[in-house]
């Protein structure tokens, strides 16, 4: 038996090299995971500075981004590792824009024809799920996942690698993009989401009593538009009564720990629904400190989270879902770029 950071798993080789490509957004991820060694050598490259000018992403010029900086890092990575090849490439096959899906796709089915090894599609919600598995002290199964970004917000109960059952998720707004959201009617620089955390460090969240949507509704999903609405209303307010300035502060903060209260509770709820007694939290907005810090005086069980660096977009945690995925590996053929595509359509490697 080999471990991978954990998890483990039989192998009747030896230990495997798997590089890891993400591009499903506005970020550029290359990682070279080792089955034995673990992480080996990673690199990413964020395209905020092209995308701040319009205050968002722009598909077209996020898939041209990609193209422009991938062969570079995977050069950069392949030196770092000091290796001329792996032995298998994963990339991100969806969910997320499908120009700059292509472009990952295309480049992994590419390389693998050209080293003749398997490529693996990874579904980038799994990679953001087994994030905390790069980690020294990784959660061991069964657990309840929270995953938060800018695009999704779920919670599911993780059974084994590929087992999942997704328990809730937002019927709206994600509520990454509700950060950015009310960031942008704050009138913070992109990306919102960091800046407005910023922000918050200096208001009162107690300023203002800002709704938490549908916790005593049944059932685990999520909303926040309710919220950010309010927020709006808020806005406009101080803005008509010539306060915006001193009130911007206390806003951001009373706005944060709503939608921090709206998680952490519908979290707690769904672990006591569960009776699962390990939780990790995983995804951009997992890296919010607040959030962090509400979970752990609230839940009664052990909390996992990737490394900061590990819980925005990244090559690492897709290496990672490659290893753990090395039986899904296929030749070469089609250009996987799923924009939607559900977590529980997954199944365990090796299993059709």
């Not at 990413?44 to 992403?57: A, F, R, T």
């Not at 199964?141 to 999704?152: I, K, N």
């Not at 400190?289 to 509400?294: A, S, V």
């Not at 839940?299 to 977009?313: A, I, M, N």
Request: with cysteine; glycine share 10%; proline share 6%.
């Amino acid at each position: 038996m080999r471990a991978i950071s954990g998890q483990f798993l039989r192998y009747d080789s030896a230990p495997m090299n798997v590089l890891g490509l993400e591009t499903s957004c506005d970020e550029t991820g290359v990682a070279i995971f080792d089955t034995e060694r673990g992480l080996v050598a990673q690199a990413l490259h964020s395209q905020i500075d092209l995308h701040k000018v319009y205050g968002g992403v722009v598909p077209e010029i996020a898939s041209r981004d990609h193209v422009r900086r991938l062969l570079p890092l995977i050069k950069s990575v392949l030196d770092d590792a000091s290796m001329e090849r792996p032995n298998a490439v994963a990339h991100t096959a969806g969910p997320g824009l499908v120009g700059a899906l292509m472009v990952g796709s295309g480049l992994a089915n590419g390389l693998s024809m050209a080293w003749k090894c398997p490529v693996i599609p990874i579904h980038h919600m799994e990679g953001h799920l087994l994030a905390p598995m790069l980690e020294t002290d990784p959660p061991d199964y069964p657990f309840l996942a929270l995953l938060v970004s800018g695009g999704h917000t779920m919670l599911v109960s993780v059974t084994g690698l590929g087992q999942y059952e997704v328990l809730g998720t937002t019927l709206d707004d994600a509520v990454g993009e509700a950060f950015d959201k009310t960031a942008k009617l704050l009138g913070l620089a992109y990306p919102g989401g960091p800046a407005l955390a910023l922000l918050a460090e200096s208001g009162d969240p107690d300023a203002y009593l800002f709704p938490r949507p549908m916790l005593k509704s049944p059932g685990l999903d999520f909303s926040f538009s309710g919220l950010k609405t309010a927020v709006m209303l808020q806005v406009r307010k101080a803005e008509k009564e010539g306060s915006i300035d001193s009130a911007r502060a206390d806003i951001a903060a009373s706005f944060q720990q709503a939608a921090v209260d709206t998680l952490v509770t519908r979290t707690v709820q769904a672990a006591k629904k569960t009776k699962l007694g390990r939780v990790v939290i995983a995804g951009g907005v997992g890296a919010n400190i607040r959030l962090r810090e509400e979970l752990a005086a609230s839940f009664d069980g052990d909390v996992y989270y990737p490394r900061l660096e590990f819980c925005t977009d990244n090559g690492a945690m897709i290496a990672i879902a490659g290893a753990l995925r090395l039986s899904d590996g296929t030749e070469p053929a089609t250009i996987v770029a799923k924009a939607r595509w559900s977590l529980e359509t997954l199944s365990a490697p090796g299993v059709a």
